[in-house]
């Protein structure tokens, strides 16, 4: 599977934390960055058996080259039945292909807004979160809240082509998940740090969907 990753100030490299990679490689799946090449993005789809959409930096950034590379990505993905997986800003600009808004910033537009940027390395909780039953997060957390790690400023909000599986405690969402016929799973946590039997639960659950889109 491909994931995208966070280009430097001049643009001329692509990064991707290493745990990413981890992650990934250890539920079994071998991870490839991609170049955000828009005419490419047929051969991707070619070529690999699902996306992982990364986070980026928690301030706010103009990222154009890296935004329409991605959405492009997103919406070719959805569209030939590829799975999807998001995360922070991944889902972010999932939820925004699928229809939903922008929080620019969370601690000016939301009301007794929580801490999403408790500490500066997300290696530890953040804040719980409530999961809403009946969905695909509920079955792979086999409960009704858990602990996760935060380092965002922005969100989603709205709605689109997608149920919120889960909040934070000042009510922004958390995960989504697409109404859509393939996997299409977003995280505004990271679950690539592994902290919890549920972050290693979700990445195992998108590598298997992408073994299963080959079949």
């Not at 991707?44 to 928690?58: N, R, W």
Request: aromatic share 6%.
């Amino acid at each position: 599977m491909a994931t995208t990753g966070r280009d430097g100030s001049t643009e001329t490299q692509y990064i991707v934390r290493r745990n990413y990679a981890e992650a990934i490689r250890e539920a079994g799946g071998i991870p490839v960055i991609l170049s955000y090449d828009i005419a490419e993005i047929p051969r991707y789809l070619e070529c690999f058996s699902g996306f992982l959409i990364t986070g980026g930096t928690p301030n706010v950034t103009v990222k154009p080259l890296r935004t329409d590379f991605e959405m492009a990505l997103i919406g070719a993905a959805l569209d030939a039945g590829r799975p999807l997986l998001g995360i922070c800003n991944g889902m972010q600009m999932i939820g925004l292909t699928l229809g939903g808004t922008l929080i620019d910033s969370i601690p000016d537009e939301i009301e007794a807004a929580a801490e999403h940027l408790p500490f500066a390395v997300p290696d530890r909780f953040g804040h719980r979160i409530a999961i809403a039953p009946g969905t695909g997060l509920a079955g792979l957390a086999q409960a009704a809240t858990a602990e996760v790690n935060s380092l965002h400023r922005q969100g989603i909000g709205g709605s689109g082509s997608f149920v919120v599986s889960a909040v934070a405690p000042d009510g922004v969402a958390e995960a989504i998940e697409g109404l859509t016929e393939s996997y299409c799973v977003g995280l505004q946590w990271h679950p690539e740090y592994r902290l919890s039997r549920l972050d290693r639960a979700i990445v195992n659950d998108f590598v298997r969907a992408c073994c299963g889109a080959d079949d």
